[in-house]
C-alpha cells in the first residue's frame, strides 16, 4: 500500500507559538491532501482539503487563520497551527488521495500546548 | 445530509470468537465505503474499499460485505492481535471526502 509519513510524531509547546506538521507521501503523488483532528475516544474529523498548487479548502467551523495550510508540492503538505493554545491540543492526522481513489493515512501528530 | 453510523460502539470477544461490525449509511450517491483498522495512537490503517451492493473483500480473518444500506465486517476466530478501532467512512460525492463513523472499538482476549 501506499505510505505517507508526519513529522514530528509529537510536539510539545508553549502557548502563543506556531507549530508546523509536515505531511509527506512517500512513494506516490497526491493531488489531493486531507487534514484530520481526532480527539480521544472520537471519530476524525476533517478540517481542510488540500490541493496541490491551490487554496485549502476549510471545514465549517474551522479557523483558517489559525490552520494554515500548504501544499506546495504532489508529495507535501504542511499544517500550521498558529499561536497555538491548551484548546489546540489533539491528536492531527494527514492522508493522501491516490489515483486508485483510496486516502491513505499518515502516523498523526500529537500536539500538546503548554 | 450523509450520515455514518457504527455498531456496536465496543465488543469484547474471546479469541476463536467471530462476530461482525455493522456501519450503516445515508448517503444521496455512494461513491465508495471504506474499512480502516486504527491502533491507538497510530492513523488509520486502510483495510477495505466497496464500491457496490453485493460486493464483498477478504484478507486474512477480516471479511467485508456491503448492502444498498449497511456494510459489514466479519471477523472470523479472531485474536489478540486484531483488538483495535474499527473505522467506517463513505466518500462524499465528487469531493473524495471521508464521513466517518463513530467507529467500533474491538477487545479480543486470549
Known amino acids: 500500500g501506499a505510505v505517507v509519513s508526519q513529522h514530528p510524531s509529537w510536539v510539545i509547546c508553549k502557548s502563543g507559538t506556531s507549530v508546523k506538521i509536515e505531511c509527506r507521501s512517500l512513494?506516490?503523488?497526491?493531488?489531493?491532501m486531507f487534514w484530520y483532528r481526532q480527539f480521544p475516544k472520537q471519530s476524525l474529523m476533517l478540517m481542510a482539503t488540500?490541493?496541490?498548487?491551490?487554496?485549502?479548502?476549510?471545514e465549517q467551523g474551522v479557523e483558517k487563520d489559525k490552520f494554515l495550510i500548504n501544499h506546495a508540492s504532489l508529495t507535501l503538505s504542511t499544517l500550521t497551527v498558529t499561536s497555538a493554545h491548551p484548546e489546540d491540543s489533539s491528536f492531527y492526522i494527514c492522508s493522501a488521495h491516490t489515483v486508485q481513489e483510496t486516502q491513505y493515512f499518515g502516523p498523526g501528530t500529537r500536539l500538546l500546548v503548554l | 445530509e450523509d450520515q455514518v453510523t457504527q455498531s456496536p460502539e465496543a465488543l469484547r470477544l474471546q479469541e476463536g470468537e467471530s462476530s461482525s461490525l455493522n456501519c450503516s449509511y445515508t448517503?444521496?450517491?455512494?461513491?465508495?465505503l471504506f474499512w480502516y483498522r486504527q491502533d491507538p495512537g497510530k492513523g488509520p490503517e486502510f483495510l477495505f474499499t466497496?464500491?457496490?451492493a453485493g460486493e464483498e473483500k477478504e484478507k486474512e480473518r477480516l471479511k467485508a460485505t456491503l448492502t444498498k444500506k449497511e456494510s459489514f465486517l466479519h471477523i472470523t476466530a479472531p485474536k489478540p492481535e486484531d483488538s483495535a478501532t474499527y473505522l467506517c467512512a463513505v466518500e462524499d460525492g465528487g469531493y473524495n471526502k471521508l464521513i466517518f463513523g463513530a467507529g467500533t472499538r474491538l477487545a479480543v482476549h486470549p
Open positions: 466497496l464500491y457496490s
Open positions: 512513494d506516490f503523488q497526491a493531488t489531493t
Open positions: 488540500s490541493n496541490e498548487g491551490s487554496k485549502a479548502t476549510y
Open positions: 448517503v444521496s450517491g455512494l461513491r465508495g
